[in-house]
């Protein structure tokens, strides 16, 4: 079981912050926090709180008046349905001294950011992840340094935030083999969406003799963040829009240098991965052959 504490010191001082941006910043959380659990029990990603919701402040607001923050429209409806159930229901509503893990020589005043961080370091003996809302740019980083006052001397602990799901997922799934772990981690990079496999291209991606592994997720996420993922769109460089009757709904995801390619289609919400190729492997004839295959899949999983 992986065990968040939801750490309310990170988001002082609050001064110049935006209520609109807190409350972004707090739904995004929300959101990140709901699609991570979502393919296993909540009992096996557990969140906590050092007290009482309408007690624990987030860069002075209170939870509760938060959720009540979150804009009553279409979009944030499920959010605050999500918030609701996660804050009413939270597994622990007091912060636990834990199994006294450290002795007295290593407790002393810890440190973060020149705010007090013993929280953080109980966290960091119970093997705890730090759930932080970063609204500085100081703690968008993973893992963060807490600092004892007495002999100086840091230690690390590891912080979750909405960025960095995938950094969690790679410890929680570090002993399964590289090809079954890029598999399982890929969706977190791309944050509430849905990623679909179909069966020929986990059978391409794991073949033993595949040397394109990697930068298969390299370009997914170039094109991602080049805006060619959800919905697609296509460029001269990273992806390809396939032309012809039958295949409209196919691109084509390559490297020129590797002569990667890998068929796709995605919506704004799902991205389905049909097939895995490279030039060597065809041409010409062939390679229209493989996209109309490709498009057979991606029609028979959509449709």
């Known amino acids: 079981m992986m065990t968040f504490y939801l750490n309310d010191c990170l988001a002082e001082p609050v001064e110049d912050l935006q209520e609109e941006v807190l409350v972004s910043i707090f739904c995004d959380f929300i959101e990140s926090y709901a699609h991570y659990v979502k ?36 979009e944030r409806e499920s959010l605050r349905k999500k918030a609701y159930s996660m804050f009413n229901n939270y597994p622990a509503n007091h912060f636990i001294e834990g199994r006294k893990k450290w002795n007295e020589y290593e407790w002393q005043d810890y440190m973060f950011l020149n705010q007090d961080a013993n929280n953080l370091f109980v966290a960091y003996k119970e093997d705890w992840c730090i759930a932080s809302i ?16 007495n002999d100086k001397m840091s230690v690390e602990i590891l912080n979750w935030y909405i960025k960095n799901t995938c950094e969690i997922k790679q410890i929680e799934y570090a002993n399964l083999p590289e090809e079954e772990r890029a598999l399982k981690i890929l969706p977190y990079y791309f944050k509430g969406k849905q990623v679909i496999y179909s069966d020929e291209f986990v059978s391409q991606f794991k073949d033993p003799h595949c040397n394109v592994r990697n930068v298969v997720v390299a370009r997914l996420l170039e094109a991602y963040k080049a805006g060619l993922l959800f919905p697609s769109g296509y460029d001269d460089n990273i992806v390809k829009k396939c032309q012809g009757k039958g295949n409209e709904l196919t691109y084509e995801l390559r490297q020129k240098g590797t002569g990667m390619r890998a068929y796709f289609y995605s919506d704004e919400q799902r991205l389905v991965l049909a097939s895995l190729h490279t030039k060597a492997e065809s041409s010409g004839a062939e390679q229209g052959s493989d996209i109309n295959h490709a498009s057979k899949i991606i029609s028979d999983m959509l449709f």
């Not at 909540?42 to 309408?54: F, G, T």
Request: proline share 10%; net charge positive.
């Open 134 to 149: 970063p609204i500085r740019e100081e703690v968008t980083i993973s893992p963060l340094p807490i600092v004892g006052k």
């Open 39 to 74: 393919d296993g029990a909540r009992d096996n990603y557990q969140l906590i709180l050092k007290c009482d919701p309408s007690q624990l402040k987030i860069g002075g607001k209170a939870i509760k008046e938060l959720i009540s923050l979150i804009p009553r429209d279409f």
